[in-house]
């Protein structure tokens, strides 16, 4: 009897903790058109650069179409809204938004952002040339060419607790 309850409700607990936890990745590499947010064994999320952009998702390994059911002639039903008299509007105080902002920034983390961009004007790439060097460093590396290519390679990581974190407090810090 404990082992099933153990099993019934650790399973979901470590599955929630997993969510919580691993930080989720997000990708972009327009050399090879990769364009992903994964997390690490559980979801990947990502834009099939061969197809028309449709939005694939896979979940635990299995993948889940996206693709709506309807037919494409028929439109959506539109609801009508109905307009409350007594709802205050969501207002917050700056300090608040200001909280949320800052929380968001420390829950993310930039891993490498390599970037080469052709501008088309050989004085505009010479200007640019002192800003890039001062930009440069740590995990970004940005560079300007000659050769009418234009690249970007991010790798963004996202710690999904402190953003949760910092939303819960948003929504009920006074």
């Given at each position: 009897?404990?082992?099933?309850?153990?099993?019934?409700?650790?399973?979901?607990?470590?599955?929630?903790?997993?969510?919580?936890?691993?930080?989720?990745?997000?990708?972009?590499?327009?050399?090879?058109?990769t364009?992903?947010?994964?997390?690490r064994?559980?979801?990947?999320?990502?834009?099939?650069?061969?197809?028309?952009?449709?939005?694939?998702?896979?979940?635990?390994?299995?993948?889940?179409?996206?693709r709506?059911?309807?037919?494409?002639?028929?439109?959506?039903?539109?609801?009508?809204?109905k307009?409350?008299?007594?709802?205050?509007?969501?207002?917050?105080?700056?300090?608040?938004?200001?909280?949320?902002?800052?929380?968001?920034?420390?829950?993310?983390?930039?891993?490498?952002?390599?970037?080469?961009?052709?501008?088309?004007?050989?004085?505009?790439?010479?200007?640019?040339?002192?800003?890039?060097?001062?930009?440069?460093?740590?995990?970004?590396?940005?560079?300007?060419?000659?050769?009418?290519?234009?690249?970007?390679?991010?790798?963004?990581?996202v710690?999904?607790?402190?953003?949760?974190?910092?939303?819960?407090?948003?929504?009920?810090?006074?």
């Amino acid at each position: 009897m404990v082992v099933a309850l153990l099993i019934l409700f650790g399973i979901p607990c470590m599955i929630l903790c997993a969510l919580l936890f691993v930080p989720v990745v997000l990708t972009i590499d327009t050399t090879r058109g990769t364009y992903e947010i994964r997390q690490r064994g559980m979801i990947v999320f990502y834009v099939d650069p061969q197809t028309f952009p449709v939005l694939n998702l896979k979940i635990f390994g299995v993948r889940v179409d996206l693709r709506s059911k309807r037919e494409p002639g028929k439109t959506a039903p539109v609801a009508k809204r109905k307009i409350s008299k007594g709802k205050k509007p969501f207002r917050r105080s700056a300090d608040a938004w200001v909280y949320l902002l800052r929380g968001a920034r420390r829950s993310l983390k930039l891993v490498n952002l390599n970037g080469t961009f052709d501008l088309c004007d050989v004085s505009l790439n010479a200007q640019l040339f002192p800003v890039l060097n001062l930009v440069n460093g740590g995990p970004v590396y940005i560079t300007t060419n000659f050769s009418r290519t234009n690249c970007l390679k991010l790798l963004l990581e996202v710690k999904v607790y402190r953003l949760a974190w910092t939303i819960v407090r948003f929504f009920t810090k006074q």
